[in-house]
Structures are given as structure tokens and as C-alpha cells.
């Protein structure tokens, strides 16, 4: 079965610096990969999402994120933070019967 | 419309009660999910139904009762829960579950105490 490692479980960053979270993930086949954000209390909301083409995805929000067969990763970027931007960050990667995985989710906290 | 509603927004309960959660999405999805996210873990897959057809259970305990009764509602039903079931339960819908690539649309969660 398909799973998802994301090694950050905190990380802060100052208002306006870059932002990097990291997921690698193992899957035997093409993986199907998003990223969901979550405030607290709240849902989750797509951020992106890749599933073939280009490696470097771009989303909502001013996130990117790019995968990368060899290593097994696909990170999440954003190049400027703003203090909205604190949540839990959530890896997943998806299998064709459509069994989602998490991983175990990335807080972000924005120092002002 | 991508708005998923789930009520209550809140629910206490006793390990004696019955009660139910309530999911409604109108975005014409046929694919209708349950996930349980315990405190600071990531969502935890339940139950898929696939137009209005159970298609995964992922070992579920008995307690927890899903049901579909058209393409717009999910119900999960509960009975005899226990403490350790405290949690938020999401509900998500996406257009066809046989496709991994439709976007999974999530609502806000009903957040479930039982004492």
C-alpha cells in the first residue's frame, strides 16, 4: 500500500520568507500526489495536486510544489509567507481505487 | 457551488446514545467519503460509496453505521460509541471515485465528544 512520510512535524518561518515543507512518499506504481492545507477546526482544501506532465505544479494561493520521481519527493514551496498562511499542511497520495493516504501533517507557524 | 456541509458542527454524546452526522454536497458528485481525524493525526479514510453504492470499508467497527440515501446525503450513523471515538469526522465528495485524479472536496467536520 501506498504511504506518506512528511519529516517536519513543526515549522516556523517569519512573515514574508520563503517556505519549503517536505514529502516523500512510496508507492510501486505512478503515484497521484496533492497537497491539502487545514486551519483549525476547519475542512481541508486542495492546494494542488500531480498526477502526470510537468513536474513543477503550481496552485492555489501562491504555492507550488514539485515532484520528483528519482528522489521520491514533492515538496511544497511558496516564496513569500503571509501570516494567513498558518495551518497544518497535509501530503497525500492517492491509489486508483481512490484510497487516499495522509501524512502525518506539517504545522506552520508564521512569526510576524 | 465546491461547499460541503456537515451537521452538527459540534456533538456530545453518551456511550449509551444513538445519534447521527449529516454530510449534503450539491455539486452533482457521485462519490461520497467518511474520514476520522483523531487530534493533531492526519484523516483516516472510513467509508467510500460510489453512487450511493458502498465501495470501501476500511474495517470499520459495527458502531459506526453509513448511509447514502440519495447522491446529495450521507448519513453516518452512531450507536454505542466509546471514548476513544472522540474525534472530527469529515466528510468529502469528489465526481466519480473510480478516478483518483477528481479533486476531493471537504467540509468543515463534525467535531464528536463521547464521555
Known amino acids: 500500500a501506498q504511504s506518506v512520510t512528511q519529516p517536519d512535524i513543526h515549522i516556523t518561518v517569519s512573515e514574508g520568507a520563503s517556505l519549503e515543507l517536505r514529502c516523500n512518499y512510496s508507492?510501486?506504481?505512478?503515484?497521484?500526489l496533492f497537497w491539502y492545507v487545514q486551519s483549525p477546526g476547519q475542512g481541508l482544501q486542495l492546494l494542488l495536486k500531480?498526477?502526470?506532465?510537468?513536474?513543477l505544479v503550481q496552485g492555489i494561493k501562491g504555492f507550488e510544489a514539485e515532484f520528483k520521481r528519482s528522489q521520491s519527493s514533492f515538496n511544497l514551496r511558496k516564496p513569500s509567507v503571509h501570516w494567513s498562511d498558518a495551518a497544518e499542511y497535509f501530503c497525500?497520495?492517492?491509489?486508483?481505487?481512490?484510497?487516499?493516504?495522509f501524512g502525518a501533517g506539517t504545522r506552520l507557524t508564521v512569526k510576524p | 457551488d465546491t461547499e460541503v456541509t456537515q451537521t452538527p458542527k459540534h456533538l456530545v454524546m453518551g456511550m449509551t446514545n444513538k445519534k447521527s452526522l449529516k454530510c449534503e454536497q450539491h455539486?452533482?458528485?457521485?462519490?461520497m467519503y467518511w474520514y476520522k481525524q483523531k487530534a493533531k493525526k492526519p484523516p483516516e479514510l472510513m467509508f467510500v460509496?460510489?453512487?450511493?453504492?458502498?465501495?470501501i470499508n476500511e474495517s470499520v467497527p459495527s458502531r459506526f453505521s453509513p448511509e447514502c440515501p440519495n447522491s446529495s446525503l450521507l448519513n453516518l450513523h452512531l450507536h454505542a460509541l466509546q471514548p476513544e471515538d472522540s474525534a472530527l469526522y469529515l466528510c468529502?465528495?469528489?465526481?466519480?471515485?473510480?478516478?483518483?485524479?477528481?479533486?476531493?472536496?471537504f467540509g468543515p467536520g463534525t467535531r464528536l465528544t463521547v464521555l
Open positions: 468529502a465528495s469528489s465526481q466519480d471515485s473510480l478516478a483518483v485524479t477528481d479533486t476531493q472536496y
Open positions: 497525500a497520495v492517492g491509489a486508483l481505487d481512490n484510497d487516499m493516504r
Open positions: 455539486m452533482g458528485h457521485r462519490a
Open positions: 460509496y460510489s453512487y450511493e453504492k458502498l465501495s
Open positions: 508507492y510501486g506504481a505512478t503515484p497521484y
Open positions: 500531480y498526477f502526470s506532465g510537468d513536474t
